[in-house]
């Protein structure tokens, strides 16, 4: 079955760029959505993005200009890069697939990776 | 769109009947989504299109609703549902979820 592990630096310096990698294990990466999810200690879930295989992309408007997701179908992996990062920045960050019903709508994140915890500090 | 959840925290015991509401700042037709979610693990669907049991589920979980109103609706609470639970809408970008219900025992 589909597995997804999350993989990038636990600490990140203000400023400057947080960059997670997404591995995709036991399915293809083609023909979904992969999405990157964010929860900050003690808190809530914020969604930040997804990428399609194709390359195409839906940003988060709050976190648009920071943002950026990008695919390796070749290594079956998707990326995040957050850049100048603050403290606000610190929190779990999950990649997860979007699961799209019979008409192509998306209605959910049916698989997840485990997380890592990102920290913003100097 | 920006969703709420009624109650925040609820306390119930083991075959307690638990109904979460989670409300739509404007319709969102169908496209929302359960999770549940336990201390340091990753969310879990349980229940998509509002009232769609996601494959292995348990029976005992229920959603309904469709506009602005939904429910999700554990009918007989085991201990392994303590959790906090979160609705998400899919409808219009960006996705967002609920601020979380947190069920605990009583």
């Known amino acids: 079955q589909v597995q997804l592990h999350e993989s990038g630096p636990g600490l990140v310096k203000p400023s400057e760029t947080l960059s997670l990698t997404c591995t995709v294990s036991?399915?293809?990466?083609?023909?979904?959505?992969w999405s990157w999810i964010r929860q900050p200690p003690g808190k809530g879930l914020e969604w930040i993005g997804y990428?399609?295989?194709?390359?195409?992309?839906n940003y988060n408007p709050s976190l648009k200009s920071r943002v950026t997701i990008s695919v390796d179908t070749s290594k079956h992996q998707f990326s995040l890069n957050l850049s100048s990062v603050t403290a606000a920045d610190t929190a779990m960050y999950y990649c997860?697939?979007?699961?799209?019903?019979?008409?192509?709508?998306?209605?959910?994140?049916?698989?997840w990776g485990q997380g890592t915890m990102v920290t913003v500090s100097s | 769109i920006q969703l709420t959840q009624s109650p925040s925290f609820l306390s119930a015991s083991v075959g307690d009947r638990v109904t979460i509401t989670c409300r739509a700042s404007?319709?969102?037709?169908?496209?929302l989504a359960w999770y549940q979610q336990k201390p340091g693990k990753a969310p879990k669907l349980l229940i998509y299109?509002?009232?769609t049991l996601q494959s292995g589920v348990p029976s005992r979980f229920s959603g309904s609703g469709s506009g602005t109103e939904f429910t999700l609706t554990i009918s007989s609470l085991q201990p392994e549902d303590f959790a906090t639970y979160y609705c998400?809408?899919?409808?219009?970008?960006?996705?967002?979820f609920g601020p979380g219900t947190k069920v605990d025992i009583k």
């Open positions: 997860a697939r979007d699961f799209l019903d019979s008409g192509d709508n998306d209605q959910g994140f049916d698989i």
């Open positions: 036991g399915g293809s990466i083609g023909t979904n959505y």
């Open positions: 990428i399609y295989y194709s390359g195409s992309t």
């Open positions: 404007q319709g969102i037709s169908s496209y």
């Open positions: 299109a509002a009232s």
């Open positions: 998400q809408q899919l409808n219009i970008y960006p996705f967002t």
